[in-house]
């Protein structure tokens, strides 16, 4: 170890205070690098020596760069090795220095570690290099490192504390394993393979070193199709990254326990892509096991199942309304008579109660009570609205399609919401064509006239507009209003009850509910659009033959 003394004191000394603590680290590349120099060899060379050499496992290389001698059997070594004292570089070997794309020798010497990675790489690679509280970690770990140009580096980091020249420190070296150049046509092979699937796979390292998680190695192209990320956006960080504020905590912790356990795990798990777009996926995740009989890797398999709980969930809503409708269809039928004589009885009070009032001459008095009168008239009228939209959301009627014209059924909807409100409506037509539908008439009658009830409500001076349109194959059927408009946030399929009583620019909330759900009994969608002045509801629908 003698002869090898004064190198070691050259390069590592600072302000010519010797060392202590030096660590020197291993790195293993993952994908392949050209970063070229004019005074040294393209580090493709590197990698090409390394491979006619036999290296293929870093603690064997390890065990035999320590008995021929640190650190001078690192110098013509043809992957990166490296020392430090737990925050600064004290040496690097030729190869550190032309992966890392530094122009002369010594450049790194001094450096802090934090050159060698991003700002969010940083903590992970402190704890890959063993430059933490814990120590070297006892495996490889792949991790993310940059160039001197800033462009991404992957390597799988091995650090170990070994005596030199008195001095405790830890000895490296580099296993290059270039992706795109692998070494074996079988893993050539397999790697294909593995990128054509449909599912999701991908793998990551056994064990977490640090507080950032297990690192992820490898992920095929069904991941990237599916949550955006490239494959050098998420090696060397682990699955967190598509993990959301939707996740499912609960769902986490189970599979933190099995992965405790080393056994395997299945779970439904909701998930968010790189634009923030949520998915579901069906993972299975497995332990692999090495040569030794080590746990070295967890590979996880993933089925995107996003279509299957969108299915699910409508179900479920479809269910839960169901129900609500039958309760609410039986509540209309028990209210019906009661409600229909108390309107018939304030009618006739109506009627007589004038005459009557009239015979004991006009006060004060007797105008409040013609006041309250018409109020409680009113009252009922809007109670026997209410009950008859929910016999319509509770109704058991099979659905009869046919095709359906939609001129004639929207000049009858204008004259029932007519007769209905008490008044005219000023209503603009703007028909392309004559369309046709297939529907359900009785169903899209009362769709028609809630959403055309809603735009008269909602309207300055009840004025409406009508449109019809062919937009591929399906028919939009338009009602507007010059009303106050609706919030962006309300823009939409209509898929579930307004939480406030009668919202901003929505006429009939009650009633444009009920349009939703008989337009979606059609498989078709109600949708809310802002307009500038007042607010288009858009019943979109199946063109009939």
Known sequence: MGQVRPRLEKRASIAGKRPTGHLLLLFGVVGPRT??????????????????????????????????GLPGATDDFPWPTLLHDGSRILQANPACMRWFGCNGDGALVHQPLA???????????????????AGAPTSPHIQRFCDQAGRPLLGRVLARRTPVEGTEVTFALIAPNPDEDRSF?????????VDHLTDIVFITEAHAIDGVGRRIVFVNRAFSAASGYAPNEVLGKTPNITIGEGTDRKALARLEVALAQTRPVREDLLKYAKDGAPYWVELQILPMFDEAGQHSHWISIQRDITARKQLEARLLESARLAAAGQLSASLANELNSPLASVVSSLEWMSDRLPMLLGQLGVSRETTEVLEALADARSSA????????YLQLLGSSAPTARQALPLTPLLDTAIADAERQLGHALRVERSYEQELIVSADSNRLSHALRLAILNAALASKNSAVRLQLALVGNRVHVSVEDDGPGISADMAGTLGSPFDARKPQGIGDALGLFVASRLVAELEGELVLVPRACGTRVEIRLARGA
């Open 185 to 193: 046509e079988l893993l050539r092979l397999l790697g294909e393979a």
């Open 115 to 133: 050159v060698l990675a991003g700002a969010d790489d940083e903590p992970a690679m402190l704890a890959a290099l063993g430059a933490t509280d």
């Open 381 to 388: 009228s809007r109670l026997a609205s209410a009950t008859s």
């Open 35 to 68: 970063i070229a120099t004019r005074t040294n060899p393209p580090q493709n060379q590197d990698l090409a020596r390394a491979e006619t050499v036999g290296l293929r496992d870093l603690r064997m290389v390890m065990d035999d760069l320590c008995e021929r």
